[in-house]
């Protein structure tokens, strides 16, 4: 298994931000459940040896079909997740090192969802 990743410059208020100022917003920052533009993260962060981590998964509650189909059965059958949950079929990676002062993330298409909750 391999990982691709983005590097980015991650700027706050038009700077690279300082390690301490890092440090305080990470960790103020909120594990769990966290929603922007109508779409749920659930996050994990983590920090270590100069090492900033963050881990979200999400999903989204639609499409959805009170039947699923079984491959395996090759039949039809009810769907059993219901109209409240949310398959967390996504995911995504954060790393930021202090040493190169370089954010890389696993997706470029997630790079709006950053900012979002740095906030």
Aim: hydrophobic content about 30%; glycine content about 4%.
């Amino acid at each position: 298994m391999s990982f691709k990743f983005n590097a980015m410059q991650l700027i706050i208020r038009s700077e690279t931000p300082k390690i301490s100022d890092l440090k305080l917003i990470f960790d103020k920052l909120e594990e769990g459940k966290f929603n922007t533009n109508n779409k749920d993260y659930f996050i994990t962060k983590n920090y270590e040896n100069g090492f900033y981590w963050l881990y979200a998964q999400s999903g989204d509650k639609l499409p959805y079909s009170d039947e699923v189909y079984n491959v395996v059965d090759n039949k039809r059958e009810g769907n059993p997740r219901n109209e409240d949950q949310i398959e967390l079929s996504s995911q995504c990676f954060c790393l930021y090192s202090e040493k190169y002062e370089e954010l890389l993330i696993s997706s470029s298409k997630i790079k709006n969802f950053i900012p979002e909750y740095f906030k």
